[in-house]
């Protein structure tokens, strides 16, 4: 990973990985915040600036409001925080059990407000307490790195005594092998259904046993959830028959052929999801994923194709694993790709980065807060601290990209200029737009063993 200093790891990216590392701004761009918490954030626009909301977090993954000032946000070791006007309650609302080897862990939180509850005063036709289905996303182990799952619950909010109950099992998908690219982040869609990603579980070079149809491998292994985008009611029951088929759990598949997402949003204007995707460092990804969308992954990242070791294919066929070299492009619906009978397709990608950043999550900001020329308009976070802005083209099918970029592909750090638009934070776990307009930044790096020092900052 270019771009990040990295002090000590447990493993080569993606994300949640690093127990420490410095990441630095480039001192040519302008500033507007002061750096609060021991990062260095320097903004492109000068009209904008930076606020510290939170501070002291443990490894913080992903957070979802409540009201003005109030949200919850999670810790990756499994602790569920309460944060009300910048303070960090002192009791927990829920402690789980969870594994937090390498990309496990509590990683995903939504909400959805109670049927019977009314926000504007806080009272409720059966119970004045519950105010909210809290859904959190989190992986399980029976032994220390066996019998492990990919989990999602449902909770009760207790909004009065400030504790998660009721809970309730909609979702579990076998999380193996690996303790890497786990996926972990769920989202509400505009269908009122929820979203949630999940990684394929292990590393470049699958193994035999774990090639699936999900993964583009037509004589693969059953699908077994992996490598893909669900969607599920808020009660875990399929959505009608499914896209792809009517078998569970292929019934639950939005999108497929997904190595690791770490970032879903819908646009506010045309209701779409986009997603993020890491590749095997290079050929990360920006999608735009309609039903049934597959992302070509283990055979294709970026707009290349890769051999068994998942390195690019040069135009004679091997595999270089390296920049330069003539590689072969992709196009729509590539033959060697599987589309369960016609009702997957395959599209390449809207943006691209060939050396790895890699992206993580992903936001459209429907909001003015920020000035007009941003609304509406994607903002992506990665690991190395930087924040991405795109504008859309007029039908929002693709992205507006101009000068270097009109290829859709950034080679490396030198062609970021024109879509930069925030550096200097550690890990970006999360982007939120607040009930107040403005962009809220989770900055997740956990930095030291005596001191917790995950953030939340507000950008405004």
């Known amino acids: 990973m270019n771009r990040i200093r990295i002090i000590l790891f447990t493993l080569s990216f993606p994300l949640l990985l ?16 002061g750096g609060d918490g021991g990062e260095s954030i320097v903004l492109s626009d000068p009209k904008l600036k930076t606020e510290l909301v939170a501070s ?5 993954t992903t957070m979802a409001f409540l009201g003005p000032d109030d949200f919850l946000i999670l810790e990756k070791a499994g602790l569920v925080k309460r944060v009300t006007n910048g303070a960090v309650l002192d009791k927990p609302l829920l402690q789980v059990d969870v594994s937090v080897k390498d990309e496990r862990g509590l990683l995903g939180i939504a909400l959805s407000e109670k049927k019977n509850f009314n926000a504007n005063n806080g009272t409720s036709i059966k119970n004045n307490d519950i105010s909210h289905n809290v859904f959190l996303y989190y992986v399980i182990c029976k032994e220390k790195n066996t019998g492990c799952e990919n989990r999602i619950y449902r909770y009760d909010l207790d909004n009065k005594n400030n504790v998660l109950i009721n809970p309730k099992l909609l979702l579990s998908v076998p999380s193996f092998p690996d303790p890497a690219h786990i996926g972990g982040i769920i989202d ?6 929820l979203y949630a990603t999940i990684g394929n579980f292990q590393h470049t070079i699958p193994s035999e046993i774990y090639r699936t149809k999900t993964q583009n491998y037509e004589d693969g292994e059953p699908v077994d959830g992996r490598a893909g985008v669900l969607r599920i009611t808020q009660d875990g029951k399929p959505v009608g028959n499914g896209i792809l088929g009517s078998e569970y759990p292929l019934n639950l598949y939005y999108a497929y052929g997904v190595k690791n997402s770490f970032g879903i949003d819908f646009d506010p204007v045309t209701k ?35 051999n068994e070791e998942g390195k690019k294919l040069q135009a004679n066929g091997n595999g270089d694993g390296g920049g330069g070299g003539e590689y072969v492009t992709v196009g729509n619906n590539p033959k060697d790709l599987v589309y369960f009978g016609g009702k997957g397709h395959y599209s390449p990608p809207e943006f691209i980065w060939d050396k790895s950043t890699p992206p993580t999550a992903v936001l459209f900001l429907d909001s003015k807060n920020l000035g007009a020329q941003y609304q509406n308009d994607m903002f992506v976070g990665s690991v190395d601290g930087q924040i991405f802005h795109f504008d859309l083209n007029d039908n929002r099918t693709g992205l507006l990209l101009k000068g270097v970029l009109e290829d859709k592909i950034a080679t490396d750090d030198t062609e970021f200029g024109d879509i930069l638009f925030a550096e200097g934070f550690s890990i970006i776990t999360d982007l939120k737009q607040g009930p107040d307009g403005n962009l809220y930044v989770v900055s997740g790096l956990k930095q030291s063993k005596s001191e917790n020092l995950g953030a939340v900052y507000r950008i405004k």
Not at 188 to 193: A, E, F, L, M, V
């Open 18 to 33: 690093f127990s420490f590392c410095n990441i630095y701004a480039q001192e040519d761009q302008p500033s507007s915040n």
């Open 56 to 60: 002291g977090l443990d490894f913080p």
């Open 188 to 193: 509400i869609g505009p269908d009122n259904n």
């Open 272 to 306: 779409k999801l986009w997603l993020t995707e890491n590749g095997p460092k290079f050929g990360d990804e920006i999608n735009l994923a309609e039903p049934g969308f597959n992302s070509g992954s283990d055979k294709i990242f970026g707009i290349w194709r890769v």
